[in-house]
């Protein structure tokens, strides 16, 4: 008879093989040489990744997508480390409405933020454009800066800024040279989070780009439309590397910076 623990192994393992196997199969896919894109497997072939590049519609998603991720996570990423530092380090009136609010997009499903803030727009006559598509990826995106950086901050002892400016540095001084570093990781993790976000959203991207754009998302959206081709998983699977790449290169670096600054020290 299995003990508790054996079956919660199992369960877990079942899980994450449904969770996981659909994703395998489309990168498994993408090397197949027939033209269906379908088992059985008839040969290795990188012909629907020379085709993905060859299309100029999904290079042209994927210049979009590019654009937009850097964009919303720079403009996420500036706006959540400096809300999060005052949300931490000073107290003014109205301090738990606003947080609530910073946190909010969270809470609310995507589908009636889209709409809400594609009405709102409507309503000030304001047309789509790439610019409203940026804000509503800045906002679903914002959330999840400030909380990572929270995190961080609180952790964070007050003293050491006070240590610092008592030794003559002035606030912004304080801040470039002590805070920012200690919480440089939480800075960086929220940047990847609004990143990976922004390039993998599909609902609200459909609601807010405007006519003639579109994102990697989309883009397989319209293309499953018409038809199921090989190029959709081979785009699936260049999507899944790239997510899956994009943290592990981002730790990779903050590692070497780690190791040069403690070699420096020493």
Do not use: C
Request: net charge positive; glycine share 6%.
């Amino acid at each position: 008879m299995m003990s508790g623990w054996s079956v919660i192994r199992i369960a877990t393992i079942l899980v994450y093989l449904f969770l996981f196997a659909p994703v395998a199969v489309v990168i498994l896919l993408a090397f197949n040489a027939n033209q269906f894109g379908s088992f059985p497997i008839e040969g290795f072939s990188f012909r629907w990744f020379e085709a993905l590049w060859n299309n100029d519609a999904i290079v042209r998603a994927f210049k979009t997508s590019l654009l937009l991720g850097v964009l919303t996570a720079a403009i996420s990423t500036t706006l959540g480390t400096l809300a999060a530092l005052a949300m931490v380090r000073y107290d003014f009136p109205g301090k738990r409405t606003i947080s609530t609010l910073l946190v909010a997009p969270i809470l609310i499903p995507e589908v009636v933020l889209a709409v809400a803030l594609l009405l709102f727009l409507q309503f000030l006559s304001m047309p789509k454009s790439f610019g409203l598509l940026l804000m509503g990826h800045v906002v679903f995106t914002l959330p999840f800066v400030v909380l990572v950086v929270q995190a961080r901050l609180v952790s964070i002892r007050r003293d050491v800024e006070e240590a610092a400016m008592s030794l003559g540095a002035t606030p912004v001084q304080t801040f470039f040279e002590v805070t920012l570093p200690l919480m440089l990781p939480a800075v960086m993790a929220g940047m990847l989070f609004a990143f990976t976000i922004s390039f993998d959203d599909i609902t609200g991207t459909l609601f807010w780009k405007p006519g003639g754009v579109e994102t990697v998302p989309t883009q397989i959206f319209a293309m499953l439309r018409n038809s199921i081709s090989p190029e959709i998983n081979a785009l699936g699977a260049v999507m899944v590397m790239f997510t899956i790449a994009l943290p592990i290169v981002a730790a990779s670096i903050a590692r070497v910076m780690a190791m040069r600054k403690t070699s420096a020290s020493k």
